[in-house]
């Protein structure tokens, strides 16, 4: 029997002439640079044949992660019950590829006065989708050797720059991003090396120096 027109009077998992649960934005692919906060989005609706708008109800929501299983705030997540799932801070490579989808539950208002049990929508799923990384793009370095070639005891400056850089390796002690330095004293041919490096890679430089031999 039908009560209310809806909704059987006995606990049933489906309903009965009942509305459809169904999304109206769907989660898609996200991605963002290491650091920064992405966000998934999916909306559902439930709706009765005809298009009429299930009022009585309330629709939940729960973001899952692929091989983790349902996800709860903390950490670096939040809105993990929401139609929103944040992840902030992005970390390469971890989050690189990471599966997530929601789910979504319609749940009517209990029946009335006299009745008995709670119709209930089968929930439903969205895709799985996923958030990225992107990386930026490895630096520039430069480095030059004035003058060169030197004399046998003399001295050389070493000039060098970088852009996009995050930090800044060399085999003669120098860690400034940019600079200049002065090397005296100099006996034998040598090979200065910057290596500068930021989350998207590296770039190496070298600059030889010739020693011109002593008389």
């Known amino acids: 029997m039908i009560n209310q027109g809806f909704y059987r009077g006995i606990p049933t998992g489906l309903d009965l002439n009942g509305p459809v649960l169904s999304f109206i934005q769907t989660p898609s692919g996200i991605s963002g640079n290491v650091g920064s906060t992405v966000q998934l989005v999916g909306v559902a609706?439930?709706?009765?044949?005809?298009?009429?708008?299930?009022?009585?109800?309330?629709?939940?929501?729960r973001?899952?992660?692929?091989?983790?299983?349902?996800?709860?705030?903390?950490?670096?997540?939040?809105?993990?019950?929401?139609?929103?799932?944040?992840?902030?801070?992005?970390?390469?490579?971890?989050?690189?590829?990471?599966q997530f989808f929601l789910e979504a539950r319609y749940t009517p208002s209990a029946y009335g006065s006299g009745k008995i049990g709670r119709?209930?929508?089968?929930?439903?799923?969205s895709n799985v989708v996923g958030a990225g990384v992107q990386l930026p793009p490895a630096p520039t370095a430069f480095i030059t050797a004035s003058p060169n070639p030197v004399s046998y005891n003399g001295s050389v400056t070493l000039t060098w720059s970088t852009s996009g850089a995050t930090n800044l390796t060399s085999?003669?002690?120098t860690t400034q991003?940019?600079?200049t330095t002065t090397i005296s004293n100099l006996t034998s041919t040598n090979t200065?090396?910057?290596?500068?490096?930021?989350?998207?890679?590296?770039?190496t430089r070298n600059v030889t120096v010739q020693v011109v031999d002593p008389p």
């Open 45 to 61: 609706t439930a709706l009765f044949p005809g298009g009429i708008g299930a009022t009585t109800g309330s629709i939940s929501y």
């Open 192 to 203: 200065y090396s910057i290596t500068a490096s930021n989350q998207g890679g590296s770039t």
């Open 63 to 98: 973001w899952y992660e692929q091989g983790v299983g349902a996800l709860s705030d903390g950490g670096r997540l939040s809105g993990t019950a929401t139609t929103t799932l944040t992840l902030t801070n992005l970390q390469s490579p971890g989050d690189n590829g990471r």
């Open 119 to 125: 119709a209930l929508n089968e929930p439903v799923y």
């Open 171 to 173: 085999n003669f002690g």
């Open 177 to 179: 991003l940019n600079g």
